[in-house]
């Protein structure tokens, strides 16, 4: 049996952006399916790590990572323009998602693709549940697929297990991945995961 | 002129040891020469990033470093059996090693090699001026280059200068390196220093 590439992420981080576009060419060349896993950083920052913060607004570091993101967003050739941090929940969009990804996991992944370029390339904060509905219709789901009324406690209950699976499969930042029991964390990581599987995977 | 890549790291970090056994090789390829620049870690969590915990010890955080650390020093072939790094402090072999460098940095480079692979390699904590004297004097000074009595009151105010000057250049986390006025962070960034470098320096 080929497990999945799990791929664990907030909708709010940069680098889960980044990764998010580069995440299918690793599961090709793994040649394992890729399972897009939205959680709630912000509640793992809190509950688990002790810290209220954002990272970048914290002294130093915080500069540092909005030079890097730019930097590597030029390098990978990839648009960034995203709209204020601050101004962005993830919430609603991560919900949507695990309404989605039971029907279709491809158009629910290219659902979440948009969501993470509509704030980080172009500018806008798809926050309300309506918002993220008219994202999820075109990638080509009904919009009684994720009817709020319908299926949105369902959504919430669903969202705050991927937050607990995630935490239970180690994960404590964003993006991260599990291959195998394997986590890693970090966009600049992915090159690695291939050599490290190529290592420890069996033909 | 050509300007150093500057290597600002603390001897506790064990991808400080990583980065220092790949760092010569870094410079050559960019045809810079590599300045060491040790500097106290834990001051700066203190007093810049308000952190007093130790990463290591962080929940969810701290498991995965190790695990991290393990498996990055297997896939490098470098040998990894650290001493307890709560038994290691790095102050007096960062003290002694600016009191090194500018008499020989090639010199002063192999000693901080030592240090590193002494705490991180073989298992030792070299904690006391006299145990990083006989690591100086194993690289070829003498023992008088690095006298306390004579030279410690200087180091001690190097080891703090070195730490300000790194805050200064904007580090925050070891390792670190700064090109050209450029800040990069972590280990795991040394092969994007190569590439970045190619494209925005003049040949």
Redesign the interface.
Same mark, same amino acid.
């Given at each position: 049996m080929t497990t999945a590439l799990d791929f664990h992420f907030d909708f709010v981080s940069p680098y889960g952006y980044f990764a998010a576009e580069h995440v299918a060419a690793l599961g090709q060349g793994l040649g394992r399916p890729v399972r897009f896993r939205p959680f709630h950083m912000r509640a +793992?920052m809190k509950e688990?790590?002790?810290v209220t913060q954002a990272l970048a607004d @914290?002294?130093?570091?915080g500069?540092?990572i909005r030079? /890097?993101v730019r930097?590597t967003a030029a !390098?990978h050739g990839l648009p960034y323009a995203p709209a204020p941090t601050a101004g962005f929940s993830s919430v609603n969009a991560s919900r949507v998602f695990t309404l989605l990804a039971p029907l279709d996991e491809t158009r629910a992944q290219a659902y979440a693709l948009s969501v993470f370029r509509s704030h980080h390339a172009w500018g806008r904060s798809p926050n309300t549940w309506a918002e993220c509905v008219a994202l999820a219709e075109a990638a080509g789901f009904a919009a009684s697929d994720a009817n709020e009324a319908t299926h949105g406690a369902r959504a919430r209950a669903a969202y705050q297990q991927a937050t607990q699976d995630a +935490?239970a499969a &180690? +994960?404590?930042?964003t993006p991260s991945f599990v291959l195998d029991g394997e @986590?890693f #964390? &970090?966009f /600049?990581?992915m090159d !690695?995961i291939a050599? #490290?599987a190529q290592?420890h995977t069996a033909a």
């Amino acid at each position: 049996m080929t497990t999945a590439l799990d791929f664990h992420f907030d909708f709010v981080s940069p680098y889960g952006y980044f990764a998010a576009e580069h995440v299918a060419a690793l599961g090709q060349g793994l040649g394992r399916p890729v399972r897009f896993r939205p959680f709630h950083m912000r509640a +793992v920052m809190k509950e688990h790590l002790g810290v209220t913060q954002a990272l970048a607004d @914290l002294p130093l570091k915080g500069g540092y990572i909005r030079r /890097d993101v730019r930097r590597t967003a030029a !390098f990978h050739g990839l648009p960034y323009a995203p709209a204020p941090t601050a101004g962005f929940s993830s919430v609603n969009a991560s919900r949507v998602f695990t309404l989605l990804a039971p029907l279709d996991e491809t158009r629910a992944q290219a659902y979440a693709l948009s969501v993470f370029r509509s704030h980080h390339a172009w500018g806008r904060s798809p926050n309300t549940w309506a918002e993220c509905v008219a994202l999820a219709e075109a990638a080509g789901f009904a919009a009684s697929d994720a009817n709020e009324a319908t299926h949105g406690a369902r959504a919430r209950a669903a969202y705050q297990q991927a937050t607990q699976d995630a +935490v239970a499969a &180690g +994960v404590w930042g964003t993006p991260s991945f599990v291959l195998d029991g394997e @986590l890693f #964390w &970090g966009f /600049d990581r992915m090159d !690695f995961i291939a050599q #490290w599987a190529q290592r420890h995977t069996a033909a």
